[in-house]
């Protein structure tokens, strides 16, 4: 919400004039962003340790945990900025932006169960009956 805030009230335009270097500007903002999203993960990590999830007990799995997050931090934030562009109301902004990565996640989601159940034996049976 905040990077749509800054466009509605020309905020960032107010820190250009004032001398600020665009690259700079984006940087601590790109930081920022990266910080409060490892702060998240670093709580979720301890709910999962704390919970014992199966398939996240060992070090190597809270590894790739890990690495599957920034990946997903280094996409979607530079997406979150270039569709920040488009809104002028942040509440708006944020809705449509929450509820498209949020379809996005389901559908992926959706794909990837639909992909690993395609071997299974429950997945040619139907109504009850196998199919031959």
Partial sequence: MFPIRENASNARHMQ?????KELVVWLTTLLFDLLIFVLICVITTIAIL???VDGCKTAADIG?????LLYYAWA???LVYVV???FKVPATGY??????FFVIG???RGSFQAVHNVGTPECFQIS????H
Avoid: D, N
């Fill in 16 to 20: 250009f004039v004032a001398g600020a």
């Fill in 50 to 52: 704390c919970l014992q």
């Fill in 64 to 68: 790739r945990m890990w690495v599957i």
């Fill in 76 to 78: 979607f934030l530079p």
């Fill in 84 to 86: 920040a562009l488009i």
């Fill in 95 to 100: 809705l449509v932006i929450f509820i498209t």
């Fill in 106 to 108: 389901m559908l992926y």
């Fill in 128 to 131: 009850g009956s196998e199919v």
